[in-house]
Structure formats: C-alpha cells, structure tokens
C-alpha cells in the first residue's frame, strides 16, 4: 500500500508549483513537479523592436527581475556579433553580483533556513553558550552574548504577548528537526541580521540600475548610466563611494555569517548529506566577462555527465557554440500542443493546449529543456562543480574552505561528491555567494580603474541588418543557467524563447520518460510523517524553486498545504 | 508626512485575488486623505516593508478565504492576522503578510499595527475578471476602508475632480463606472 501526498501551497487556486510524492514504507519512491500557471511573454514579443525586449523580459517575475533583461540585451547583441564597452560591462556585472548576493542571502535565511532550524527550541537556548559557538566560527562583531540574548528576549515577548501562534506555525517541533537551542538561536540571531544586508545589497542593484525591482538602466548596446566625476548628479566618485560601503558590508556578512552559519547547519545534519541528489548531470554558463568582446570570464561554465567530474567538459564563451548546439525543449508531459515534442528553442513553439494534471499524459506548464536529449541540473551546485572539477582557483578555495568547515563541524572527513544532495545545494550556494562576494570587490576596482582612465563610454549603438539573424543570451543567474534566444527578421522579433533556470529543475520527463532533477531528486527521500512532509520541502527549497505570479489571498486559518491520499 | 499607509494587496492576474488593488485604486483616484498615502502594492516580496517605511499602521486591503459568502467584508486586526502565523514557505512571495508583521514585532523596523479589510473571495483563477459577487461588495469595502481610517485618526475628503481610476487589467465594468458618476 502505498501513500500519495500533495503537496500544494494553494491547493485551492491554481498557481505556483504543485509536487505530488508517492510514498512507500516511509520513502519516496515516485515523484512529479508541475507548475500550474502560463507565462506567455514569449508570444507577446512577437513582431516587437529587440530592442524594448528585456523591457518585457524582466516582467517575467517580481523577484529575479534583472536576470532575464540582461539575457534579452545579451540575446540581441549576441545576434547582432555587437560589442558593449568595459564601463558596460563591469556596471552589469555589479548589477548581477548585487542581486546574486541579495538572492543567495534571502533565499538561505529567510526561505529555507527555517526548514532546518527550530524557533520553538529558542527560550531553552543560553545566550552565553551562543555566543561561545558563535565565536569559536567566526569572527563577526555581532556575535555577542548580548546579541543572542536580545534576540532570544524578543522571541520571548512575542511569547508573552499570547502570539506565539506566529512562531508555531511551519514545521517547527517536527521531530527530523535537530539543532540544539543554541544553535537554533544562533541562526535565527542571524535571520533578523541578514534582514539588514540583503536590503543593503539591493541598495546596489538600486543605485546602477536606478530601480528594482525592474531596472531601468539597460540598452542593447550597453547601459544608459551617464558617467561624470564633476557632477553629482550622474554616476560620480562620491555614488561610488556608496556603492563600496555597502557592498564592503554584504562582503562581511557573507564570509563572517552566511558561509560559518551554511557549513555548520550542513555538518551537525551530515546523515542528510546523502538525500536528495537526482539528476547528476550538470549544467552551468560562464559569466562576469571582464572585455567588450566577452572572451575573458570570472565564473566558470561548463557540463558534467552523469556525476563524472573528472570528464567535465568546460566551455570557453558565454554561449558556446556545443552549448547553442544541445538545448532542445521537450512538450511531451507538457500543456502545449507543438508540432514536435523536441524543439530547438529558435524553432520552439509556444502553442498552449490545458488538459488536466495527468500523471502519465501532460501535468506542467513547465517545459522540459533537454541538454544534448538529457536532464541537466543547473544552479550553484553546478557552478561549483564545474569550477571545482576544471580546478578554477577562486571555486577551489572557497570549495575546500566549506569541506573543512563541514568536516570540522561533523567530526568526518566531508568529501567532494557529499555535496550533491539537498544540503549540498545549500552548501554550493554559500561557496558560490563568498565567491561572488570578492568578486563584487574586484568589478568594482575594474570599473573605478577604466574610469580613472578617462573612458567613460557606455553605449555602442545597435544597427539591424536587413534578413534573418539569430542570438542567443546567457546568464548565470542565481537559480543557474538562463538563457534567451531570439530570431530577429528585418528589425523586428520573429520568434522568441526563454530556458530558464527553474525550467531546467522542475522539468517533467521527456520523450523518453526521464524525470526532470526535482523529480529525481525526491526518489528515496525519507517521510517521517506524511501529513506533514518537511522532507519534500527540504529538499524542493534546496533547489530555491521560483514560480512566477503568487497570488495573496489570506486565509486567517491558515495555510495547510499537504494532502494526503492513501492509494 | 506619512503615518499610514493604505495598501491594496493581490494579484491582479488571479481574479478576485485582485480585488485588493481594485479597491486601492479606485480610492486612490477619489479621495484625498491627510497623511496617507493609498498604494496597490500587488504581491510584494521582501521588500514589502521598504513600501511602508514611516507609516506607523498599516491598512490592507486584500482578498480572504474564510468560508463566508462571496463578497463579505470581515475587519481583521494584526492579532487575528499573527494568530495562525506564518505559513510553511513555498516561494519568494509567501513570507509577506504575517511575516512583515512578526519581522516589525521583532525588529522594530515596520509599521506596529494594522488592520486588514478582508473581502471574502469566491474564485482565484489565471486570467479570470473578479467575480460579480466580490464586485458587488467594492462600496461596502470601501465605506469599511473609510470607517476604518477614521478609527486611526485619518482625515478625508472626497476629490473636487475624482479621476477615472486606473484599473487597466479589468475594464471598468457597469458597476465601476456608476460608482464613479455617483461620486461625481
């Protein structure tokens, strides 16, 4: 007898992703992700100026905005073979570093972290043992017992008021929860800090990009931020001085809090290292191009099959030629109605066509993009790895200074292929916000230095040929590999496709029946109590899900998101 | 200077769930209020409290589901909105409403109290119109908004030159437009 549950944050509405699980003796042993809403702008770009394309593109979400403008100005350059100057690309690269940053923070803290970490355990906690742990991590001036202990009186306050209804809720008290107090306090010390710096690093993103979410500031051919030392009413010395503060205050919470605090919640769980891998081919793009020309990169992309690190195969540009070559988009589990189940994202087709969710017909909105006819998992598990395997010298550094954390913590030897489950994705993207944290240092210097110069060109106008002409865009975004492909006819838009990252991880299967890595993913993860299945969650967050379009609908009674059916 | 914050909440996408936003803009576009600023916030994220830096309550406006009648109007006050507490996380968007509140009670950054006036939904489906039940409830919702602004201390008029409000996702229905040559 076996146990289906669904998992369904609005199960009444349709929208966002919707998981179901079948389990058996306490373990998954079937899985399918659906996403339960269209998004479309693909259609509605149709016969529009390439030019206002990431306009359109950026609305795709309301939370990782300016990733998919800069793929849309990176697709039509692309397209164009149009270079952008070195003041344009370094203001990008502190745009998608600001974000990243901002993202990684508030994806562990605020969206996950809870999912490890018990608030209910709090007023057992002792301040001074806190800050003892704390201390012998790292050396963040806010560790300190009165810090621990201001935090824990406010839980405590929240407790007395009558409210601790509001610290009941989730899963806490569920029993695969298994931090001590002092821990537990320790982390959600660091909750309310991290509060701070994610904000101030969309400061950043705000200040280059002159709003968010949604920046204003981009153009094919460069940026449209005006650069003059003598007035303050541009991109001066002193708005740079700013930008350096905050991002100098982003730069110590990442190193002195989030990487101890990742590292230590991965190490003290280590008997969930093994939960959680699914899909281990691994798919990731190069990004931060330090030259107009885009030949040079400060992250690593590349693809690794079936967990084979050794044969990674490492790619030399932001779109490489093998890389243009093995995107598809499979339709087969999906609500569309192409002309082929496999197409290549200049040929795709968006034609949509609902029926309902169908285990073994169609379940998903969500396509199944296929690298070379296979699953890929991207995100910034795969970054490291492909850095990590290619020996790229800033990956291999932070990567072996979070297996030293994680060995020490969990009183083993933590190896290199421990890292390929749910906690390794955590884990990965602390190794990959410490390294975008130096560097956000270093694009900074570059942008100051080309300035010093003398240059202060930003913008290389587009001109449109006449004919057909293809580009594809990437970025490496803080889910993983995004990419836009255009097919631009006589100046205007004649097709237009995103892939993007949580497309790759919440496809369904293809042609040929293989599950997508969230699917996989989820095979033979344990179910302690299925009414309440912190472990789907555990391990679904792992992967920082982003369904577009939430609705907002308040229910006083709360949400109860699992339904449990016996088969 | 801004004390209070009138916020319409919902997506505007998802049928009566926007039914938030409906309402703030149709305030937004006929009366004037006194140290108030009224916004449609649609479904914010972690930038919720940004858009109510200064105010020190919080006015919502926003779609429920509470098993009453379509169209009800239920007046929620901040301990109703804690007392079930924050919902297991899913995505970006869902520690918005509660957690706003818990982040302000803990941090001290944020607006200390709100009120939410809660028009009871019928349907939240992709790219459906709001229904015409929860349509029907717009003037009760938007006495109940004014009632509850008076309650704060809020002072109001009605505009001398009431503007069309901006409701572009829903063309302005027979009811919207009779609502605004009453005000007229």
Redesign the interface.
Known sequence: MSTRIT?D?IS??????RIDVEVDNGSVNKAWASAT??RGIETILQGRDPREAWLFTQRFC??CTTVHAMASVRAVEDALKLEIPPNAQYIRNLILLSHAMHDHI?HFY???A??WVDVMQIPKADPAKTAALAESLSEWPRNSKMEFKA?KE??LA?AAS??L???????WGHPAMKLSPEVNLLAFTHY?QA?DY??KA?QVCAMLGSKT?HIQNLAVGGVNNAINFDSEGTLSMDRLGMIKDLLDEVVAFIQQVYVPDVTAVAGMYADWLKYGAGVTNYLAVNDLPLDSKGTQFDLPGGFIEAGNLAGVRKFTTAADQSFRDAVSEDTTHAYYNNSKASLHPWKGETTPQFTDWNADAKYTWVKGPRFEGKPAQVGPLSQVLVGYASGHPLTVKWTNAALDRISAVAGRKVAPTELLGSLGRHGARGVRAAMLSELATKHWQLLVENIGKGDTTTFNPPVFPKGTIEGVGTHEAPRGTLSHWVVIKDGKIDNYQAVVPTTWNASPRDEKGNPGPYEASLLHNPIADPERPLEV?RTV?SFD???A???????????N?AKVKVL | MTRVTIAGIGNILMGDDGIGPYVARILEATYDFEETQVADLGTPVMDFPDHLDGSEVVLIIDAVDNHKEPGSITVYTKEDMVRNGVPVRTDPHSPALSEMLLRAELTGVGPKDAVLVGITSKACNYYTRISGEVKRAVPAAIAEVLRQAEILGVRYSKKANPQVPDIWWDTLGDFAAGLILAVR
Request: proline share 7%; hydrophobic share 45%.
């Open positions: 998992v944050p009444r509405i349709e929208g966002h992703l809403m269209w309301g939370v508030v605020h969206l996950s809870l999912d935090a406010k839980v929240v009558g409210q209804g509001i610290l009941a809720n989730g899963y309310l509060l994610q904000r969309t979410p969650l967050h899900p982003c369904m379009c939430a609705v907002h609908t308040f229910d006083p009674e709360g949400k998101i």
